[in-house]
């Protein structure tokens, strides 16, 4: 069918329009998923800086893995539960090295009796292999494939340490830390959002995949603060070009 010249002119702003309407909803998205990452190295910032609150750097050293999940919303002095955040999920190869970014999903269960606040953060820090695997099969539920126990403060508290357990949980709410032993609360790879993330991405560039010099800028930041952080160094200065020192790992039985 033969447009008039008025009908052609429409048809040409719409898809126009259109157009500019979808690269603008792609630049937001990619916006929204950089301050994902800056949150969430905040995070683990402001849980491994404060000497008598910080997680142990005995357990970072030994992690392999970390979530994050920042600005959780829950109520006042309640029991945690039926609440839902959004975070990210690193592993640790057997050389050392932290896998690009996923974005991860936290619903349900509970973290214990915890102060009220409008928001709350989230670290959970994996022992071994067996809860990587789980959590490399898209979810699992904490104290249900993987044992969850309350993280212990203090950067060179030891003593507490067992390494029984499978994943070591913290919560920080209103400036506020605590170890938390999650009941029930689930975790899930959010396939959609790593997606858009890694979209513009060379093949082989995705989430729990290993870092390279295609990784998205902002996944880069990230990795370039907890690298020192996991392997008990001091963070690096933000835009600082000093080099990060290779990470400490111990062989877990």
Request: proline share 6%; charged share 20%.
């Amino acid at each position: 069918m033969n447009r008039t010249p008025r009908a052609h002119s429409r048809w040409i702003e719409t898809f126009a329009l259109c157009a500019a309407l979808t690269a603008a909803s792609v630049a937001r998205a990619q916006v929204d998923h950089d301050k994902k990452l800056a949150d969430a190295t905040a995070v683990i910032e402001a849980f491994t800086t404060d000497e008598v609150n910080a997680i142990p750097i005995e357990l970072l050293q030994r992690a392999r893995a970390i979530a994050i999940v920042p600005n959780v919303i829950r109520g006042g002095l309640v029991f945690v539960g039926g609440r839902r955040g959004r975070g990210v999920l690193i592993l640790r190869s057997e050389h050392g090295e932290w896998s690009n970014p996923s974005f991860i999903v936290l619903t349900g269960g509970s973290a214990g009796l915890q102060i009220g606040a409008e928001s709350t953060d989230f670290v959970l820090i994996f022992a071994n292999d067996n809860a990587v695997k789980n959590m490399r099969n898209g979810k699992f539920t904490l104290s249900g494939e993987a044992t969850a126990v309350a993280g212990p403060l203090g950067k060179h508290a030891t003593s507490a340490l067992t390494f029984r357990a499978e994943v070591y949980g913290y919560v920080r709410s209103r400036g506020l830390f605590a170890g938390a032993a999650f009941e029930g609360a689930k975790l899930a790879i959010d396939y959609e959002t790593n997606d858009s993330f890694y979209a513009d991405s060379p093949p082989g560039v995705r989430a729990l995949e290993p870092e390279t010099s295609a990784t998205p800028a902002s996944a880069q930041r990230f990795l370039q603060i907890v690298a020192p952080i996991a392997a008990g160094l001091p963070a690096p200065l933000r835009g600082a070009d000093a080099p990060v020192e290779e990470a400490v790992t111990f062989p877990l039985e």
